[in-house]
């Protein structure tokens, strides 16, 4: 029998007591295994796994890793190794932090940066944080509106400093012989993302410590975010974190996330939100603001947007929330893109798109959409576009410009009169401008347009002693024309006005004197086109019977 007894010692620590004698070296292996098991209960959370390759022993792992030899039977223990030379390949094994020798200090180096961002030293001086900066522990990282920082460490684990936030890297190091990478991060105010690449030779112990909790992870994508009022909720978007409070620790598994208040417990993992649909969402834009085009996830009470140059997120360019669909934002660059967006707090949806809104389309003055252009010699305008260098102008019969009947790419004015009129008829056009910096920028909406029929040409009138006739072309199919004739050029005092089908109006001849007529096209579908040009008519003064008789008389007399 073994004469020794396992007490409970000071603060829970486990302490070996003499009974009837000397402790023989079989009870003392005895004793240190019921240790090692004991302290597994309290060592589960601060722990890394490392995987067995060929050659490893349980006596050369301890002899690497482990701050000593003694720590041989207990590793065995803990981890129910039959024989502890002979530890399969591929075996994963459970190794306490505790028991861990320290090995060296870690770095961190910033690989992505945008806006402005500040780092503090340990002795207190500050700087600009720069793409390629190398970060220690002591290290603070404080971030601005609309600037972003990414962060990798030895590990290949990435974090993602949001805007508004402060955090401090308190702790960087390398434990055992180059085995296990620790990591803690203490997040002040603020929201920062997480990626710890999963390994298989070594593993990595990442934490991220607000005031109300800690996040642990090992080989997951994660997001977290304080306040000054002492709340943080975690989000697991891959892997496993187990988050531990001031009263309770609990482990949230993928596509879950916890809230936690104060020194409140963690609360119970609740599923995040389903990703946005973005399946039907465009991915080419040509105008700004951006307007971006989603549907609604259900439940959500707003959104959070990121958009970054790489798929990775590295280089972010913006990020906002809004709580209404479509979602907006201003002015970014031209280029390729990828979007992650989610319901707060939900999963992400990502998707590529592509932005070309510059230069941007000249403000159109004629003619409008759904305008007219004049029925000869049609001219087209715009606004001069400050970068633009030359416009291109397109002409079409159809709104997807199949049927084109006019291309120019090289108009460095800003209008243009076509060198062959346009017969009458419903057409579209469209332009775009182009720079030496930029290109071509994104072409304008199909506009429409209509090119009427002339007003009809009137030829000289027929008159005779009461009626004068008026005559024109014939209509084509549903056409009518509106004649009018009046005493003055403004058309105020008119004497007939007439709306016909007819190619010619008969009416009284009035008094000698100068007159004025002009006429328009009205087509079948109620359109009306422009009025022709005046043109001046002159009736002649007539001869009176008294004036014949007068101009007779001395004839008369004569005979």
Known sequence: MCDVAVVAGSRGAMQLRRVNGVVSRYCLWIVLALLAVVSTTTLAAEEWRYTVQPGDNLWNLTQRHLKGMEYVPKLQQLNKIHNPYVVPPGTQLRIPIAWTRYYSSASAKVVGVHGNALVKRPDRSEMQVELGMQLTSGDEIISAEDSFVMIEFSDQSQLRVQENTRLRLENMQILGDEGLTDTLIELHYGRAESSVPKRTDKSSRFRIKTPSATSSVRGTEFRVGTTEHRSMHSEVLTGLVEVEGKKRQIQVPAGYGTFVVGDSAPTQPVRLLAAPDVSTTARYYQRLPLVIKLQPVPGAQAYRAQIATDREFRNMWSEFTTSSLPFRDGDIPDGDYWLRIRAIEGKDAVMP?????????????????GGMAEPENQQFKWARQSEAAHYAVMISRDEQFADGVYFNPEVTDNSLTLPNSLTPGHYFWRLFSVSAAEGAGPMSDA?????????????????????????WRAPEEGQSFHFQFARDQEFAELLHDEVTTASRIDMSKPESGTYYLRTKTIEADGFQGPWGAPQTIEVPRGISPWFMFLMLLPLLVLL
């Open 353 to 369: 798109f592509a932005l070309n809104a510059r230069p941007e389309v000249p403000f159109v003055i004629a003619p409008q959409p």
């Open 447 to 471: 506009m429409a347009f209509r090119v009427p029929y002339p007003a009809p040409a009137v030829g000289d009138p027929q008159m005779d002693e009461t009626t004068m006739t008026f005559a």
